[in-house]
T-cell receptor, first 109, second 114 residues
Framework: GQNIDQPTEMTATEGAIVQINCTYQ??????LFWYQQHAGEAPTFLSY??LDGLEEKGRFSSFLSRSKGYSYLLLKELQMKDSASYLC??????????WGAGTKLIIKP | NAGVTQTPKFRVLKTGQSMTLLCAQD?????MYWYRQDPGMGLRLIHY???????AKGEVPDGYNVSRLKKQNFLLGLESAAPSQTSVYFC?????????????FGPGTRLTVL
């Protein structure tokens, strides 16, 4: 079966750095997405990786290793507004998105 | 641009009642999707459409029907609601299918079935 694993919840301190991991087992691979979802709101796109390596976008970076079925989202200089759930999703061989359950990130002052 | 809009935002139904959720997008996207989101689970695809007049089943289609009569609208129907359909429903759209397929989401509909 297809499976996306990510931690349920993480806590970090304002101004610090946090890494959210995602491991996947899917039928085929056509890219990995990270979305941010604030409580009670819709998911919004953060990043897309299809080749191995690091993609940097401001305070957020996303890394992919296809051979290991592994990705992480790195958030630097954490701000209170970064408190949200972070969803990992993999596009499978049928171009369907398979979603992880999300990681709830709690930022403390 | 409003992006993706959904109506209603909240709804409470009794078991056996029917309802239709409306999704509209003004980005001229070809692809539209209906997901449900339940606590502790990832988004699950109910139905999707690859263009006006087309629909296809996703991962969890039972108990739902959809229609895409106009490119900008995608309707999700519940013919006989059950408590197991209590969930948050998200509509999404994307410009095309393929490897890079950023999906834009509506604000969600929170449905409770008693």
């Amino acid at each position: 079966g297809q499976n996306i694993d990510q931690p349920t919840e993480m806590t970090a301190t304002e101004g610090a750095i946090v890494q959210i991991n995602c491991t996947y087992q899917t039928s085929g691979f056509n890219g990995l997405f990270w979305y941010q979802q604030h409580a009670g709101e819709a998911p919004t796109f953060l990043s897309y990786n299809v080749l191995d390596g690091l993609e940097e976008k401001g305070r957020f970076s996303s890394f992919l290793s296809r051979s290991k079925g592994y990705s992480y989202l790195l958030l630097k200089e954490l701000q209170m507004k970064d408190s949200a759930s972070y969803l990992c999703a993999v596009m499978d061989s049928n171009y369907q998105l398979i979603w992880g359950a999300g990681t709830k990130l709690i930022i403390k002052p | 641009n409003a992006g993706v809009t959904q109506t209603p935002k909240f709804r409470v139904l009794k078991t056996g009642q029917s309802m239709t959720l409306l999704c509209a997008q003004d980005m001229n996207h070809e692809y539209m999707y209906w997901y449900r989101q339940d606590p502790g689970m990832g988004l699950r695809l109910i139905h999707y459409s690859v263009g006006e007049g087309t629909t296809a089943k996703g991962e969890v289609p039972d108990g739902y029907n959809v229609s895409r009569l106009k490119k900008q609208n995608f309707l999700l129907g519940l013919e006989s609601a059950a408590p197991s359909q209590t969930s948050v429903y998200f509509c999404a759209s994307s410009q095309r299918e393929g490897a890079y397929n950023e999906q834009f989401f509506g604000p969600g509909t929170r449905l409770t079935v008693l």
